[in-house]
């Protein structure tokens, strides 16, 4: 083999070697993982480039839900939470949980009183009775304290409580699920999807956009309306997810806290937006309003939309609903 053919064939192989290299660096792999905190099965789908950023992706991912999962269960006598609710004198907290506390007592005036983290008492006295399946509370049952300013923030991270029972169950999953969300976007990684429950929230898919299936309540494991979009978040409430029968009757577990009743307006309501935390929290708001009275509370919110599954199976939809259909 003369010289020029060797180095013709050398040259050849060093095109292919880096070819080779770049098609490696920029193959995009998939990585999976499966949780379980917040009473929430959490199953977590992305595809990176970059083992290292994908490793410490996924362990970001698992710390933030576990983090938050042991800051706000409060029936865990070792979580902070349940210190807030059982300490009343000014205490100093964890700046995570007091922002988040913070951002969910916000809301109270915004929601009109519909979400309300003072709950902690009426839903575990429903919790009693969906529990055992017999019985409904009755109202004297029900004179507990909800009073949004039953506990003060003050400066320097500390909480005064009086004698409230926070639950932040309604605003959690949303709340950790965006900061996922933006922890993956840091490392690079934009092509995801993450699944808590009925809380999804989705990148930027590589080709295309991503469908989200909303499920129906009626039907189980039936899709009745997809969502198509990127960098979303699909959030749903709904009667049909924890319930019990006592007479002929279902009572679910999303409790009015005007009524302290669990809310019989419809079935189901999913709300797409960009924000999950805001998505969590406006799901709940409006499940616990007629519909058209929903229609017209979201008006107020940009690039927020809503589909509603009323008790007579009709599928309503907010105005700018089919730009995600």
């Known amino acids: 083999m003369n ?7 050398s040259i050849f192989i060093i095109n292919l070697l880096i070819i080779g290299f770049i098609y490696k660096k920029n193959k995009q792999e998939l990585y999976t993982t499966n949780l379980f905190y917040m009473d929430t099965y959490i199953n977590i789908k992305f595809y990176s480039n970059n083992e290292k950023n994908a490793i410490k992706a996924l362990e970001e991912a698992e710390n933030l839900y576990e983090t938050y999962h042991n ?34 007592k916000n809301w109270h005036s915004k929601s ?3 979400f309300n983290i003072n709950m902690g008492d009426v839903i575990d006295i429903w919790k009693k009775y969906r529990d055992s399946g017999t019985g409904i509370p009755t109202k004297e049952e029900l004179k507990v304290n909800i009073d949004i300013n039953s506990f003060t923030l003050l400066e320097n991270n500390t909480i005064l409580n ?31 999807i993450i699944n808590a429950g009925g ?23 039936e899709i009745y ?19 019990y029968e006592y007479n002929g009757k279902m009572y679910h577990h999303i409790i009015n806290p005007n009524t302290l009743y669990p809310s019989g307006f419809m079935k189901s309501v999913t709300v797409v937006c960009e924000d999950s935390a805001l ?11 007629p519909i058209e009275d929903g229609k017209n509370y979201l008006k107020q919110f940009e690039n927020v939309e809503a589909v509603w599954f009323d008790n007579n199976n009709n599928i309503i939809k907010s105005e700018g609903f089919n730009k995600y259909e």
Do not use: W
């Not at 010289?3 to 064939?9: S, T």
């Not at 865990?76 to 969910?104: A, K, Q, W």
């Not at 309306?225 to 319930?243: A, C, H, K, L």
């Open 3 to 9: 010289k020029c053919l060797k180095y013709i064939i």
């Open 71 to 104: 800051l706000t269960d409060r029936y865990n006598s070792s979580s902070e939470l349940y210190l807030v609710n059982h300490t009343f004198s000014e205490l100093e907290i964890d700046e995570r949980l007091y922002n988040l506390i913070d951002y969910s």
């Open 112 to 114: 009109n009183g519909l």
């Open 162 to 192: 009086k004698n409230a029972n926070i639950d932040l169950g309604g605003i959690v999953k949303g709340y950790v699920t965006n900061l996922v969300g933006e922890a993956f976007s840091k490392l690079g990684i934009e092509d995801y």
């Open 199 to 221: 809380n999804v929230l989705v990148g930027k898919k590589a080709k295309g956009k991503y469908k989200i299936g909303i499920e129906s309540p009626i039907n189980t494991g």
């Open 225 to 243: 309306q997809v969502v198509t979009g990127n960098n979303i978040s699909v959030v749903t409430s709904g009667s049909y997810e924890r319930f």
């Open 279 to 289: 998505a969590d929290i406006l799901s709940t708001t409006l499940f616990l309003m």
